[in-house]
C-alpha cells in the first residue's frame, strides 16, 4: 500500500460533509491555499478502532484554522464525527487520519477573505514513520530555523509553515540520516521537522518549551506519562553545547509516537530503561490500557 501513489487508490474521503470516491477527492488548480499556504490539518491516528485524542486534535484544527483568519464551517464535535465515519468507512483499525481544511478558489489573489472554507478527512494504513524506529533514529542539525512568533503564526499546523520543514527533511535524508533537528530563531534547540524532542540525563527528562513550538498533543501525554512514574520534567531553553551531555534522546508526535535517537551529527546516545519504558506506556495509552 506504501507504494501506492495518494491520488490513485480505492475508497472514500469525506468533502463537506459527504463522501467522495477516493479518486475524485480534487480541487481546482486555483485554490487559494494551494497558492499561498493557507490550509491548515491534523494528524490523527487510530488504534483499534479508536482514534487517539480526538477531541483535543479537532480543536486544535478549529484553533490552526483561526489564527489563520477563517472559521471551519464545522463545529469540533461534527469535525469529531466526520472522523469517526471516515475510520469507519475505512474498514480500517488502526490507521493515520488526515483532517485539513482550506481557502476556495472563488478569487485568487493574496486578500481572499470571502472564499469558501472547505473540510475533508482522508484515512489511509500507516504503520511507524520511521522503519525500524527502536534501534534508533539519526538526526543532523538543519540549515533552516525556526522563525519568531512576530513572523509566522507558529501556533497554528498550518500547511505553508512546513516548508522549511520539507527542505530540511529532504537535506537531512540526502545526507544519510533520518531527520532533522531544528533549532529556533534565537539559536536554542527547537524541534524536528515534524516532532518535539526529550533529552534524557541523570534520569529527568529535558524538553525545549521555545514560544514558536506548536502545542505538542503527544508531547503532553509524554509529559504525563513521565511524571506517572515520577520523572522529573524540565521544561527549559536548552542549547546546541549541551547536546554532549545528555545519555539517551527520544522524539515524539502523532506520526512518530515516541522514536528513540541514536544519533545527533556526532553525539550518540543510547535507548535506555526511560526511553524504552516511556514507549511501552505510550503504546499502553494510545491501546486504551493506561490512562494519565
Not at 43 to 53: L, T, V
Not at 149 to 159: E, F, L, N, V
Not at 175 to 197: P, S, V, W
Not at 226 to 252: G, Q
Request: include cysteine; proline fraction near 4%; charge should be negative.
Amino acid at each position: 500500500m506504501a507504494d501506492i501513489p495518494f491520488h490513485d487508490r480505492d475508497g472514500f474521503i469525506w468533502v463537506d460533509g459527504e463522501f467522495v470516491p477516493w479518486r475524485d477527492a480534487k480541487v481546482h488548480i486555483l485554490t487559494h491555499s494551494l497558492h499561498y499556504g493557507s490550509g491548515v490539518f491534523e494528524g490523527d491516528r487510530a488504534y483499534d478502532g479508536e482514534i487517539y485524542a480526538l477531541t483535543d486534535h479537532s480543536q486544535r484544527l478549529v484553533n490552526s484554522a483561526k489564527l489563520m483568519g477563517y472559521d471551519i464551517p464545522f463545529s469540533v464535535e461534527e469535525i469529531d464525527k466526520a472522523c469517526k465515519d471516515t475510520l469507519a468507512k475505512s474498514g480500517l483499525g488502526s490507521a493515520y487520519v488526515r483532517p485539513i481544511a482550506w481557502r476556495g478558489s472563488e478569487k485568487m489573489g493574496v486578500a481572499a477573505q470571502n472564499n469558501k472554507i472547505h473540510l475533508a478527512v482522508a484515512v489511509w494504513a500507516w504503520g511507524d514513520y520511521f522503519a525500524d524506529k527502536m534501534k534508533g533514529i539519526t538526526l543532523c542539525m538543519s540549515d533552516w530555523r525556526r522563525p519568531a512568533p512576530d513572523t509566522i503564526p507558529c501556533k497554528s499546523k498550518g500547511a505553508g509553515l512546513y516548508m522549511i520543514c520539507t527542505l530540511s527533511k529532504h537535506a537531512a535524508e540526502n545526507k544519510g540520516f533520518n531527520d532533522a533537528l531544528m533549532l529556533d530563531y534565537q539559536g536554542r534547540i527547537a524541534e524536528c521537522t515534524g516532532a518535539h524532542i526529550f533529552f534524557i540525563r541523570d534520569g529527568e527528562l529535558h524538553t525545549p518549551t521555545n514560544d514558536i513550538l506548536l502545542d505538542g498533543i503527544t508531547h503532553k501525554s509524554v509529559v504525563g506519562l513521565a511524571k506517572k512514574r515520577k520523572i522529573k520534567v524540565n521544561k527549559r531553553d536548552i542549547w546546541p553545547d549541551e547536546l554532549s551531555s545528555f545519555s539517551e534522546c527520544f522524539i515524539v508526535g502523532t506520526a512518530a509516537e515516541i522514536t528513540p535517537v541514536r544519533r545527533i551529527d556526532d553525539y550518540q546516545y543510547v535507548p535506555g530503561d526511560i526511553t524504552i519504558s516511556l514507549v511501552e506506556d505510550y503504546d499502553k495509552l494510545t491501546h486504551g490500557k493506561l490512562k494519565v
